[in-house]
């Protein structure tokens, strides 16, 4: 699987994209979405936005689901049609709004009322007209981190609930704004099925809330959260697309000519990506021994944030395993990326891989410690 050779001569840290993972992902997802002719895909940017990566994706024919001025950039560049661009966000600038405008992207993904009005004043200054899908908090929690839990009514995503017909009135009553659909997303790293099932419950409620006031819904958002096995990357490269896409068909009930789409993101390049580092040395302490490695927090920073564990492999050892706790250089003590790993011997030189990276790694690096942000390689 990596290509031991073409590495050797590469800076370490740096990130390794498995190209062949990522379009077998892909195939795989446009072999669902085949299934179903009203259901869209918009790849979450902020999961993964190497450039080559992305052209990968447009080349799929998916769509982006933006959460930055930033991001939305990004995708056009990538060449990504504006079309088929969402963009949501507790707070988006000005600036941010107007790129959308001008971009015509497919809708804003709207988080409050205070900012619907200020879409639409931007809106009118440009004679544009802003589509737009409100983001409701379904109060529906997930099987999953809290730092990364979305759809609780004490998280800050959304518009709550009671709110949802006094939003959408207030929508149909601006000049420059055209309703279009509804927004929702509980989390991310979900594998239990029923999160999405009880998601799709409520969002039949509310349909039927609207309806009873003559409301009719043209799209339904519901978001991404799609988890991937961290604990087995080889054995489970590709999630279960197919489960996941019938969970929906299954219990959403669909109006006719209703569109639904979804953001995916960590699904869709969470697999493809290793963290190659080198060890700088092996360290006997009195209790354990220490694998140091040059890569570190400031280069993947899950493990710190969310406490999260990456499936660790010496490329370059055969010989017998030992145990290790497998940390960076970093001047924090969270600067871990796992304990009591089970490795073939280490020593100063090896290879190291950090599975399943190629989501939240490469685009939450930073320069902590003065460091240089590693490169990626798409192979």
């Not at 600038?93 to 971009?103: P, R, S, V």
């Not at 099987?143 to 990364?148: E, S, V």
């Not at 697999?271 to 927090?297: E, H």
Request: with cysteine; net charge negative; glycine share 8%.
């Amino acid at each position: 699987m990596f290509p031991i050779d073409k590495f050797k001569d590469i800076e370490t840290p740096f990130y390794y994209y498995d190209k062949k993972v990522l379009n077998d992902t892909l195939d795989s997802i446009k072999a669902e979405l085949s299934k179903h002719p009203e259901y869209h895909l918009h790849y979450a940017i902020k999961a993964n936005a190497n450039i080559d990566v992305l052209r990968e994706i447009q080349r799929a024919g998916f769509g982006v689901d933006a959460v930055s001025g930033g991001e939305i950039q990004r995708a056009l560049d990538a060449g990504f049609d504006a079309s088929k661009i969402v963009y949501a966000g507790v707070g988006k600038a000005d600036w941010e709004i107007n790129l959308g405008l001008d971009a015509g992207i497919f809708c804003f993904n709207v988080e409050s009322l205070e900012e619907l009005h200020i879409i639409n004043e931007l809106a009118v200054a440009k004679q544009k007209t802003a589509k737009v899908c409100f983001r409701i908090n379904p109060n529906v929690g997930a099987h999953t981190h809290a730092n990364i839990t979305t759809g609780l009514a004490e998280n800050k995503f959304g518009i709550a609930m009671d709110d949802m017909e006094t939003a959408v009135k207030a929508a149909m009553e601006l000049s420059n704004i055209e309703f279009i659909g509804l927004h929702f997303h509980i989390g991310s790293q979900i594998l239990e099925m029923g999160d999405f099932e009880a998601l799709c419950i409520r969002i039949n409620e509310l349909q039927e809330r609207l309806e009873e006031q003559g409301i009719t819904v043209k799209n339904l958002n519901v978001g991404g959260g799609l988890g991937i096995a961290y604990d087995d990357p080889d054995g489970k490269p590709i999630p279960d697309f197919k489960k996941y896409f019938d969970t929906y068909a299954n219990n959403m009930k669909l109006r006719s000519g209703q569109q639904m789409h979804f953001e995916l993101g960590r699904a869709v390049v969470g697999q493809m990506g290793s963290l190659i580092t080198r060890v700088l040395y092996v360290k006997q302490a009195q209790v354990k021994q220490f694998a140091i490695v040059d890569a570190g927090m400031s280069d993947l920073i899950r493990p710190a944030l969310y406490d999260a564990h990456h499936m660790i492999q010496n490329l370059t050892s055969t010989e017998p395993v030992e145990t290790y706790d497998v940390v960076g250089p970093i001047c924090e003590s969270s600067d871990v990326f796992g304990k009591g790993e089970s490795l073939p011997k280490c020593h100063r030189g090896d290879l190291i891989a950090l599975r399943s990276a190629g989501a939240y790694g490469e685009i939450m690096a930073c320069q902590y410690n003065c460091r240089k942000l590693p490169k990626a390689y798409l192979m």
